[in-house]
């Protein structure tokens, strides 16, 4: 006896087997009722064994370990697990819900789109039932405990499904190749060995290794053990491929040791992102469910997940069994079972007869069939009681004679074999239908990819072998082949009388017969569809919602198909299917996010000075990724007193920004200055070595998108810098216009951000910390003038200075490689400890530039805002054949007068500080009022003692002097526009 | 002429649930095309629908087809998110989304078919400092022009959605949002199936699977078009083909400044309700509203190249899921359930191209991008006007294909520093 496992399910103890699914378990306790269906509330069991499964859905474990909609047939069990069911009220067993059943009458597809229409206001409150009526199980409420990872592989080969033809498949490549190919084989289960339809009593042979015969499942059991061995072929077990994307890129997800408790791991999932040369998919078959009047009741599986339950867990269903098919593959479950010793009362055919062999089996068996007959009813409520069958008439499929009435508590189905091509049909591979089983099976590739076995239509066992062989034997070099292995001729044969709506005596209207299981879309339902218009596959699809539930519609999609083609008599073919997208099984969100969260989450970037401000207890804005010094607050201070404090000492003393964030770009080659001509609106070409001009870059529209100063280093080599919130969209504009615009200048970009710092020295004293820094360079203006760039050793190390300025003061950023930034921070700080030296953040620095009328990009231009809309038309070379955005410039609407321009904006109260992002306008009226501009920036300065600010406003230029009004919520602030520069028009300081 | 539709509402569903539901008539006829027509609509999507709707209905042109290459409602209609605001910030759109917020507010009455326009709210959440003064200059514009739009500091954001993560110490915090409450969302489908059967009530032929092959233009005035299902005259055609409308332009030789991308978006399994407004957040770049069956709606952004293939890179997947977790960590053990691409048309300035053209009686309604849904009832408002009177309403006049000559531009990109 294998140990025994304790669950809970709904508070209630019971034990399972260690190789059990949660699914499995619950049978083994009889436990036949698992959950209630999404709009009529019906009881419902467990129909299928794997990823199909539409009905048995649980709320899997508490807290912040809770997963909602969890497939009871893909849990493994482990110790302690505690399920509960979901969408019921009070209880799974007497749910109120179940009212709509007895109401579904009132209810049929699309309902809701034909009422809760009156009274209009009212919609609101019917929503808030609806929206409480809907939804299955319950989200989370607490953060997830749990951990996820990606891995990235590549392979070789790539076999998808770990049944006979992906087990095939890895055992004929392995022994075909050379030792080097490497091949990853993943199959969902726990193990391999996947399910089998026609031919697990066949006996295989080989003329290699294994010698003589085995019986299938021998044989299986015998290639699990085999290739396991071997180091070239990689099997991930529990792990289902959920995406087939381009280029043969798949993801896969892995469940990590299943059979430990959630709270008793860390990682729990794991995304395989997977790149194969060629890919085997092996991903089997569904069993179809048969369409009938009330097929949904517990207690109802198919047939071959009913043959796994019983054969792989050793389980015996139900007391009387009946099997209803119209096809051989359910006699296998019917032959295992007799074998087993598990009574069936009978079997239901929907065909005239069955071959010789399986006939002679049954007779053996003594299990009666009755042959041309159909299930046409069912009762039982918590649980199947009894059915009810009738012979139909082989030609028009309608019912004939008398219902013959039957008990059974077990009833398995079987409507032949879907192939699973999800993942196919993702790859963008052609499918097309055959009709002799109503399967979509592959017919053309688009990917690097082979369909094998029930995936590709091949069903019996003969025939994958053969197909397995024929398929791969391109691939392999056939003489290193030491054992083909050969299976005999089997005896369940794929013959099958396909009848898409098992008929009724009733009237379809008052019948329940399930397609879509979870999301009770019966067989009426699509025909309501059909009969209001909606015609094409993806209206039904949408109108009745059928196979949009959690199983996707595996069980589902081609019993639709079916049926819309039987109602509206179209051929199936010429319905098509919906397209299958990813993922194939339903992903945890947590998985597709694997580590990059929390402080993985978009990585923070600091500069090589950032501890330095960590010590000095700097607050941090977000400035792109960048973390940037927002103030440095001394004591308890508050950001006004310490920005106030920071802009002082800037303009009365040394202020040393932290300015490395900013993008640099080297640019180098021979047609470097030409470059720089196209790129920014000013001329290049005479721009003298050792010189700085400041650029403003435009889109093709002619409006500003990024600003900067740029420096000749040498005669081909200039260093750009740019905003930072830009640097890296600068840097790709950059290279596509060089790489698709202008592939015959030579230039070459590098960024260069992150290898240096820039530290920014401002202030009326910044030329007496340089000169304490170099003694022996001459920092003076005659030597050193404003807009001009020295390569020099500080402190021996080789830094570039730029005498430049964003404050309005004189100013020197030292360029110095990254390493030694740190270093050279604290030296000026403590050199420069007689000027009241004094860092100082992003909003001391955007009041400084703003005293002084600089603009920010992104800040006072917003995608739509002309260099000449910032009155800077003497930036824009009237000279230049081209540069991008020169065209625009010239349109009716960008040459315009009176469009919205660049101002300076003073309250009349100098107290009040405006909103950034307010809007002005000329006359207070009633809503909606004319908007003439609104707020950029927005300070309080403590040199002009007064609040200030920035505005665009239309006309703004011809305005100045003019009072206008921001309209807050409560009140109206009387402003007056102005000049934008507030501070040293002249720019004495600058040049100082 | 179809006969009146009979309406719906829960007496008739009493009613014919009586006789099983087989007594229904279709929500629209599926007639052949006739020969000529006063009007014809290329594009049987929601705006195209709509167009011919309010032909119909505002215009007094009766015989009019809307011709649908596939199924009606099958492009971006049937594909987005369906986020309904208007809180835009130019007033050009402001003006233009506001009116169809306001055609959105009695849709379900108009159609006698309940599109379920659902006002839960609309939250843009503000992360940075640049993303506090966008916002806010948006929320400014929208209190001058009169459109609902509060400012919601952290705290209110917590209490009008207490499942948003407000942590301070995260690495995007949420600093404020602004909210306009009449906004929301609303059952995509439906909107379609409302207006074609609204359309198809008054006359209006809607031919599915008939695509356009050729639009025949004499002496500088359309006369028709060539389709698989044989010639159909006409003198009025507006093409509303979203990143097709292209492929038709060059038919007669007009560029379109189009570009057409592929947008993602995926849903969660259904869950009882959770997540009671829709959030949008532009920095981090997610928005996330639950559907009334319960499911999760989540958006993505565009990916970067041009396609047509409706499908994307799944490291936007990655990014967009990445950032509801990191919002709503809450959600980690929520599982995807579908996942599908649109193709979005963009010009130039995210906005719209609503527009007649040097043809005489060509016209074009295209470049929605990431935001056409919410415009739909207006969009097609408009546009019926334009092709009606030969003339844009005053709503549209500013989104005419003559300002990528002149200049005048609308432009939300830069501007809105939102995700449509």
Known sequence: ?992 | MNKKPKKYSVFSLIKNAFTYHENWQPAWRSPEPKKEYDAIIIGGGGHGLTTAYYLAKNHDLKNIAVIEKGWIGGGNTGRNTTIIRSNYLWDQSAALYEHALKLWESMSQELNYNVMFSQRGVMNVAHNLHDVRELKRRWHSNRLNDIDCEWLDTNQVKKFCPIINTSQNIRYPVLGATLQRRAGTARHDAVAWGYARGADAMGVDIIQNCEVTNIIVQNGQVTGIETNKGKIKSKKIGVVAAGHSSVIANMVGIRLPLESRPLQALVSEPVKPILDTVVMSNTIHAYVSQSDKGELVIGAGTDSYTSYTQRGGFNIVEDTVTAIVELFPLFSRMKMLRHWGGIVDICPDASPIISKTHINGLFFNCGWGTGGFKATPGSGWVFAHTIANNEPHKLNEPFSINRFSSGELVDEHGAAAVAH
Not at chain 1, 333 to 343: E, H, L, Q, S, V
């Open chain 1, 1 to 992: 006896m294998s140990k025994k496992i304790s669950f809970t399910f709904d508070g209630k103890k019971y034990f399972g087997n260690e190789k059990d699914t949660l699914a499995s378990a619950l049978l083994r306790n009889g436990v036949f009722l698992v959950g209630r269906s999404f709009k009529y509330h019906r009881p419902r069991g467990i129909l299928a064994s794997g990823s199909e499964e539409p009905n048995a859905l649980v709320q899997l474990e508490s807290q912040g370990f809770t997963e909602p909609n969890v497939k009871a047939t893909e849990v493994l069990l482990y110790e302690g697990l505690k399920a509960n069911s979901q969408n019921n009220w009070p209880s799974l067993k007497f749910d109120i819900g179940s009212v709509n059943n007895f109401l579904s009458p009132f209810f049929p597809a699309g309902f809701y789109y034909k009422t809760f229409m009156w009274p209009p206001g009212l919609w609101k409150k019917y929503e808030f039932f609806i929206r409480r009526a809907a939804g299955l199980g319950k989200s989370p409420k607490e953060n997830d405990p749990n951990e996820y990872e990606h891995v990235h592989y590549h392979c070789d080969y790539l076999i998808v499904g770990g049944g006979v033809s992906g087990m095939l498949a890895s055992e004929i490549l392995r022994q075909g190749s050379n030792e080097n190919i490497k091949i990853l084989l993943i199959d969902q289960n726990n193990e391999l060995g996947g399910n089998f339809n026609y031919g697990t009593e066949q006996r295989i042979y080989t003329k290699g290794i294994v010698n003589g015969d085995e019986a299938y499942s021998g044989w299986i059991q015998w290639l699990k053990n085999h290739i396991k061995k071997y180091f070239n072929l990689k099997i991930l077990n529990s792990t289902s491929v959920f995406a087939y994307m381009h280029n043969n890129y798949l993801l896969a997800i892995q469940n990590i040791d299943p059979q430990i408790s959630p709270q008793n791991k860390t990682l729990r999932q794991r995304i395989w992102k997977i790149r194969a040369k060629k890919v085997i998919l092996a991903t089997g078959s569904f069993e179809r469910p048969l369409v009938f009047d009330n097929n949904d009741r517990p207690g109802i599986l198919l047939a071959n997940s009913a043959k796994q339950y019983m054969e792989k867990y050793n389980l015996k269903l139900g007391k009387k069994t009946v099997i209803f098919t119209n096809n051989d593959s359910a006699y296998q479950t019917a032959n295992f079972m007799f074998r087993t010793g598990i009574p069936i009362e009978c079997v239901v055919d929907l065909r005239e007869k069955i071959n010789p062999y399986l006939q002679k089996l049954m007779d053996i068996a003594k299990i009666p069939i009755h042959f041309g007959h159909a299930i046409t009813d069912t009762s039982g409520w918590l649980r199947i009681k009894s059915i009810k069958i009738n012979k139909i008439d082989g030609k028009t499929n309608k019912i004939i004679g008398k219902a013959i009435n039957i008990d059974c508590d077990n009833l398995l189905i079987s409507g032949g074999w879907n192939p699973n091509v999800n993942l196919f049909s993702q790859s963008r591979g052609k499918l097309i239908y055959r009709d002799l089983d109503g399967c979509f099976i592959p017919q053309e590739s688009f990917q690097n990819e082979i369909s094998i076995g029930a995936c590709n239509g091949t069903f019996e066992l003969e025939n994958i072998f053969k197909e397995a062989y024929k398929k791969l034997e391109h691939l392999i070099n056939p003489e290193l082949l030491f054992n083909k292995f050969y299976c005999e001729e089997t005896t369940y044969k794929e013959n099958i009388k396909t009848i898409w709506q098992i008929p009724s005596s009733k009237p379809l209207g008052k019948t329940k017969m399930f397609v879509d299981f979870q999301n009770d879309v019966t067989s009426k339902d699509i025909k309501l569809a059909l009969s209001e218009g909606y015609r094409s596959i993806e209206h039904i699809k949408r109108y009745t919602t059928t196979g949009m539930a959690t199983d996707q519609g595996k069980t589902s999609n081609v019993n639709a198909l079916g049926i819309i083609s039987k109602i509206s008599n179209r051929p199936i073919e010429e319905l098509g299917t919906t397209t299958f997208r990813l993922p194939y099984t339903p992903i945890t969100f947590g998985a597709i996010a694997g580590r990059n969260i929390k402080d993985f989450f978009d990585l923070e970037r600091t500069t090589p000075i950032h501890e330095w401000h960590l010590k000095r207890g700097a607050k941090f804005e977000d400035v792109g990724q960048w973390k940037r010094p927002w103030y440095y607050p001394i004591k308890n201070e508050n950001m006004q007193k310490a920005v106030n404090r920071e802009v002082e000492a800037t303009r009365n003393g040394i202020g040393i920004l932290d300015a490395s964030t900013l993008g640099k770009i080297d640019i180098k080659g021979r047609d470097a200055s030409e470059f720089l001509n196209r790129v920014y609106t000013n001329a290049w070409t005479k721009l003298e070595i050792g010189k700085c001009r400041y650029g403003l870059m435009l889109g093709d529209d002619g409006m500003v998108i990024d600003d900067g100063v740029t420096s000749r280093i040498g005669k081909n080599h200039y260093v750009m810098s740019t905003t930072t919130g830009n640097a890296a969209s600068v840097m790709s504009k950059l290279e596509d216009w060089l790489q698709t615009e202008w592939p015959d200048l030579k230039v070459f970009l590098t960024s260069v951000t992150e290898q240096f710092a820039t530290i920014s020295i401002n202030g009326p004293y910044s030329e007496k910390l340089l000169n304490k820094l170099c003694p022996k360079e001459d920092f003076s203006n005659n030597n050193f003038p404003h807009m001009s760039f020295k390569e020099i050793n500080v402190l021996g190390i080789s830094c570039r200075i730029m005498r430049i300025s964003f404050t309005g003061e004189k100013c020197y950023e030292i360029n110095i490689p990254s390493n030694y930034a740190k270093n050279l921070w604290e030296i000026c700080f403590d050199l420069g400890k007689e000027y009241n030296i004094t860092p100082y953040g992003t909003e001391a620095m955007h009041v400084l530039r703003a005293e002084k009328g600089f603009i920010i990009v992104g800040q006072e231009t917003d995608g739509s805002v002309t260099p000449i809309d910032l009155d800077m038309s003497w930036i824009v070379s009237k000279k230049k054949y081209d540069f991008i955005g020169k065209r625009a410039l010239f349109r009716s609407d960008t040459i315009k007068k009176g469009r919205k321009q660049l101002v300076g904006i003073l309250t009349t109260n100098p107290d009040i500080i405006l909103e950034e992002g307010s809007q002005i306008v000329e006359k207070i009226t009633k809503k909606p009022m004319d908007m003439i501009g609104h707020i950029t920036s927005s300070y309080y300065s403590p040199n002009l003692k007064r609040s200030f600010a920035l505005g665009l406003v239309k006309g703004g230029l011809d305005k100045k002097g003019l009072k206008m009004f921001v309209p807050m919520i409560n009140k109206n602030i009387e402003v007056e526009i102005t000049n934008p520069v507030f501070i040293d028009p002249s720019n004495k300081r600058l040049i100082a």
